[in-house]
């Protein structure tokens, strides 16, 4: 038990901000799993760090502009970088393009969220 406190204690700030983190394919899912997605991770943790590689990266442009644009978030930080990738184990790396985004909560993001709770409760209801 002792080292698990231990290294519980020796963790990086980066380490426990992973958290937060969606690494958003632009295969997987829809655009607006990842919205929505997002919108749990601020209720969770106030702030969402969506990451993205290669062709992926207009879609997490596209997520936050969305987020912003419907005064769910601020943007907090944009870093952009170049990573080393391989295919496979051995094989000489690839450069790909990587950004990461942070987002946080904006002041009426819980009074949107509520109001976007109480239509879909609306919607619900008129369906059946």
Known sequence: MEGITEGVNKMSVSETQKKNRIQVSNTKKSLFFY????KRYM?????????????????????AEILKN????????????????????????????????????TEKFDELMAAE?????DNEEHQN
């Open 70 to 105: 419907n005064g769910f978030a601020v943007e907090k930080k944009i870093k952009t970088l170049t990573v080393d990738m391989r295919d496979e184990p051995g094989a000489r790396p690839i450069p790909k393009a990587k950004i990461e985004i942070v987002l946080g909560k």
């Open 35 to 38: 919205v929505n997605l997002s």
């Open 117 to 121: 709770a109480e239509q879909n409760g």
């Open 43 to 63: 209720q969770q943790y106030n702030e969402v760090e969506l990451s993205a590689l290669g062709m992926a990266i207009s879609t997490v442009v596209t997520i």
